[in-house]
């Protein structure tokens, strides 16, 4: 297994992301998933909260987005069963995203609408 994240296959600017976030060790969920999602691999991974699992399926995410030709047609949809655990993966995924790739669009129910500026 790894035991650092710059040993994973990843991108330079998704290297450069998480050692700008200080994500320098991998959880044990997040160095036995992803591996296996960046080989396109479906992975299903239990774990305590606080564990890692976010940026176990993000990292993958992000890499494979970043590889699709059209950036422009490319998407991932995340479901999540609550508003908080959607607000908290928004965050992280703002926080380690590449600058090639558009922001996220987090959709909730029993919210106000309001514009999001500067996002």
Same mark, same amino acid.
């Given at each position: 297994? =790894?035991? @650092?994240?710059? @040993?994973? &296959? !990843?991108? &330079?600017? !998704? $290297?450069?992301?998480?050692?700008? =976030?200080?994500?320098?060790?991998?959880?044990? *969920?997040?160095?036995?998933?992803?591996? &296996?999602?960046?080989?396109?691999?479906?992975?299903?991974?239990?774990? $305590?909260?606080?564990?890692?699992?976010?940026?176990?399926?993000?990292?993958?995410?992000?890499?494979? !987005?970043?590889?699709? &030709?059209?950036? =422009?047609?490319? @998407?991932?949809?995340?479901?999540?069963?609550?508003?908080?655990?959607?607000? $908290? *993966?928004? *965050?992280?995924?703002?926080?380690?995203?590449?600058?090639? !790739?558009?922001?996220?669009?987090? *959709?909730?129910?029993?919210?106000?609408?309001?514009? @999001?500026?500067?996002?």
């Amino acid at each position: 297994m =790894n035991s @650092q994240f710059s @040993q994973f &296959p !990843l991108s &330079p600017a !998704l $290297q450069a992301r998480l050692d700008a =976030n200080s994500f320098d060790i991998p959880t044990p *969920v997040q160095e036995g998933a992803i591996p &296996p999602a960046l080989e396109g691999r479906d992975v299903l991974a239990t774990a $305590q909260t606080g564990t890692g699992k976010t940026l176990s399926f993000l990292i993958p995410i992000i890499e494979m !987005l970043q590889k699709t &030709p059209d950036r =422009n047609a490319a @998407q991932a949809l995340i479901l999540l069963p609550t508003r908080e655990l959607a607000m $908290q *993966v928004e *965050v992280a995924f703002k926080a380690i995203r590449t600058s090639p !790739l558009q922001t996220a669009a987090l *959709v909730v129910g029993g919210m106000q609408e309001r514009p @999001q500026l500067g996002a």
